[in-house]
């Protein structure tokens, strides 16, 4: 192992440089990445792409210039296009060779307003469709908020709902998809320019484009999620995936979608995906009728530019289908024979091989990993043999960024880079890491990851830090967090940690996730008392008197249930984020659909169901030490939450302390508030349990005083 260099510290952390997943070009021999890096004197991040030689492991800079963004390989050549951001608002598109960085770069279109999302695929030898992601006006031009005409006012009106979504006030214009082809100019000069376009591709159509939930291109044409205009928002998340052919695309007063759709499956539809040749695809989709967290479904799609044959695979007679597991994300190889498929799996989000040819509906996939969470994979087809390989870009607790090469057939994996040598780089080692179960509510197993110092010694003592992850649909998996919550952090400053899969989380299969529904507190406050007794009876070198409970989001609403709970008294210093107060205010959060499916029934309809869990009821038992983090741009669970929550500990005079950030949203994402965060959350533990073995404070945070604290108050 490496000498490390240095240790897991907040700050250490918080300039460790980030990147995105590696992309493959075609043939597997070079992968663009995003590498941001933050300064702590400057207080700046700095962004780099670049491309990395897959055979070689040497990295070289693209650009460093922060105006460009989403660098993509041009079809199958070694051409990259990206988007470059200008000040009045405009995009250019500009290309360079990804194999010959010294040529630079040279612009082959300018967007008359701000576009995201670039993806440029071969239609034949010399051309290629190429579509963008930008807002469009009622009127039908894209969008400019730069050239837009200023108001007189700063009023928002609205006459149905949503009007906020997670952190932003929804506006008249809407996301849609602009398609346009590029042509390849003569051989001895090689330069690309547009042959027609860009188009509006769901001008007339009457659908609104869901982009989080995805679209594919291909030389046959594009796949996407959408609803109709007609759909009431703000109580249905019911896109469907709908088909637009290429020759439709090319016809610039026609669009034709074409619904594609599966017999029994009525809920959301995300992920389409096509295969190389344009001739199948695939997508997921919910069973029910109104947004939920049921499983996905896998449907395959076969002759999809004829008349379309389009199976619903894993299928059972119970309904429930014949693989316990719900896809996250779906690639086809290159050949077609296969697609291969991310789900979570026990704390873990593993890759999955499903053989295509010949295919049925019986089928059931198989691991190709093991250890660690996919992030992203990618599929090439090698130079040397022409078979279909994978790019893998991984994680775990211990180990930020890797990229390995691996054999779908024979299961060998090349690693081709560690940024942090394993975690060699911060002392870190897979050795602090295992996974207990225990028995929680209704004798329910329940898995847990323990996470250790990096110098753990099992004959010392260590304080516990008690994790409580969000959704509740989410669960505790072995990857990098590259957020606040990385656990990895939080055992460097001398805790244990444990991190419980509790009632509700994903990928311990459907009925599982689905117990916590109209039960919020109920076998979740079960299994986290069970978790507790494990720890106590079970872990020897955990000092349970000296113990701290953090919760985020659904993990920040169960801190403030527990704290009016006798489990709550089993702590030394609690600390909510983004935590419901009163799940009666629920309905002022953007998610109107959410709270009728997870109290099955509005708050006028079944409001003993809404009271029935409100952890408001107990505050005359809050006595703990409480930090309450709320994000004035979170409008999942807004400010006021958090204000009532530290008001009312501040009128009962119990310790407590309030962190807000006024530009973040439900997550705290910039690396300066992140590194706020953490110097405030872990000095807060740290305050109450001090977690020092043998003197060691190396490292160690201390708590600060509140920053914001008026002058004049004594």
Known sequence: MASPIKS??????????????????????LAIYKQSTYDLHSQQSTFEWRILNLQTGKSLLFTSEESIQDVTWIGDTSLVGALKFEDNGSTRLIIGDGADLKKGYYEAWKYEGPVNTLKIVTIDDRLFAITVVGEVTPQGMLYNPKMAPKSYSTGRE????????????????????????????????????????????????????????????????ILLAARQL?????????????????????????????????AGLEGASSSPAFSYDGQSATFLQKRKGLYDDDKSCLVLVRNINGTPDITEMFMS?????????????????????????????????????LPILPSSPENIPSPLTHKGSVEAVYSFASDVTSENMLLVNMSSFVDDTTYETLDPITGEVKKLFSFDCNGATFGLHSGQVEE?????????????????????????????????????????????????????????????????????????????AQRAYNNCGGYAYEDLVQGLDFVKNKLDFVDTTRAVG??????????????????????????????????????????SWFQADLFKGTIYGARENYERWDPARYVSNWTTPHLIITNELD??????????????????????????????????????????????????????????????????VVLGKAVSEPGWRV
């Open 436 to 512: 207990v179960h225990f028995q929680g509510a209704e004798h329910h197993e329940i898995h847990a990851w323990v996470i250790k110092p990096s110098n753990f010694d099992v004959s010392k003592k260590y304080p516990l830090l008690y994790a409580i992850h969000g959704g509740p649909s989410n669960a505790w998996k072995d990857h990098w967090w590259c957020g606040t919550w990385n656990l990895a952090v939080f055992a460097e400053q001398g805790y244990v940690v444990f991190a419980p899969n509790i009632t509700g989380s994903t990928g311990f299969g459907e009925d599982f």
């Open 8 to 29: 897991l510290t907040p700050e250490a952390y918080v300039i460790t440089p980030r990147r995105t997943p590696a992309v493959p070009n075609s043939n597997g021999t």
């Open 317 to 353: 007679v119970d309904g429930k289908g014949g693989w316990a597991l719900s896809p996250l994300t779906v690639i086809w190889s290159k050949n077609g024979k296969e697609i291969y498929m991310t789900a979570e799996q026990h704390g873990r989000i593993t890759l999955f091989k």
């Open 635 to 700: 409008y999942r669970v807004p400010i006021s939450e958090g204000l009532a929550a530290f008001h009312i500990l501040q009128e009962r005079g119990v310790e407590s302390r309030f962190l807000s950030f006024p530009d973040e949203g439900h997550l705290v994402q910039k690396p300066g508030n992140q590194l706020h965060w953490l110097e405030t959350v872990l000095g807060w533990c740290n305050h109450y349990v001090n977690p020092v073995v043998d003197g060691d404070r190396e490292g160690k």
């Open 158 to 221: 609205y006459t149905a709902m949503s009007v906020r979504e997670y952190d932003k006030w929804l506006t008249p214009q809407r996301d849609t998809i602009w398609y346009a082809t590029l042509v390849a100019g003569p051989l001895d000069n090689e330069t690309y320019k547009f042959l027609n376009g860009p188009i509006n591709v769901l001008e007339a159509t009457g659908l609104d484009l869901s982009a989080a939930a995805g679209f594919d291109v291909s030389r046959t044409g």
């Open 550 to 591: 953090l919760g985020i989001s659904y993990g920040g609403y169960l801190i403030n249930w527990i704290a009016g709970l006798p489990l709550g008294k089993e702590f030394k210093a609690l600390v909510a984020e983004c935590g419901i107060f009163s799940t009666l205010n629920m309905y002022a959060a953007d998610t």
């Open 230 to 262: 007609t759909v009431k928002q703000g109580t249905s998340f019911n896109y469907n995936v709908y088909y637009i052919s290429t020759s439709s695309l090319m016809n610039m007063r026609i669009r034709k979608p074409f619904a594609l759709t599966s």
